[in-house]
Nanobody, 126 residues
Framework: QVQLAESGGGLVPAGESLRLACAAS????????MTWFRQAPGKEREFVAA????????YYTDSVKGRFTVSKDNAENTMYLQMNSLTPEDTATYYC???????????????????WGQGTQVTVSS
């Protein structure tokens, strides 16, 4: 059974940076994608960034382009999210998700992912 575990969340002032990590265990993803979602209180879970396992191609939601960078280390089965220039609007619980069968047209949909981590809290103070 695949398990995902996020780490790296915390409380930072606006303008600072955080690096999140998502470690996968119990399986190896040679295909498919690993993705970051986030959910703020009272809001729906939203897509943040994704990376294809085999090509490394990346996708971002518009609000984080130029500030966030998603990357992966296949040898360690780990995905990262480098978050720079954080704003209070980035405050949320961040979840990693993975799928071996997601297609490009559905990569931003939470329902496309079978595996989820427990989430890590990111709080940005103003």
């Amino acid at each position: 059974q695949v398990q995902l575990a996020e780490s790296g969340g915390g409380l930072v002032p606006a303008g600072e940076s955080l690096r999140l990590a998502c470690a996968a265990s119990g399986g190896s993803f040679r295909n498919g994608a690993m993705t970051w979602f986030r959910q703020a209180p009272g809001k729906e879970r939203e897509f943040v960034a994704a990376i294809w396992r085999n090509t490394g191609r990346t996708y971002y939601t518009d609000s984080v382009k130029g500030r966030f960078t998603v990357s992966k280390d296949n040898a360690e089965n780990t995905m990262y999210l480098q978050m720079n220039s954080l704003t209070p609007e980035d405050t949320a619980t961040y979840y990693c998700a993975a799928s071996t069968s997601v297609i490009l047209s559905s990569i931003r949909r939470a329902a496309s992912y079978a595996y989820w981590g427990q989430g890590t809290q990111v709080t940005v103070s103003s």
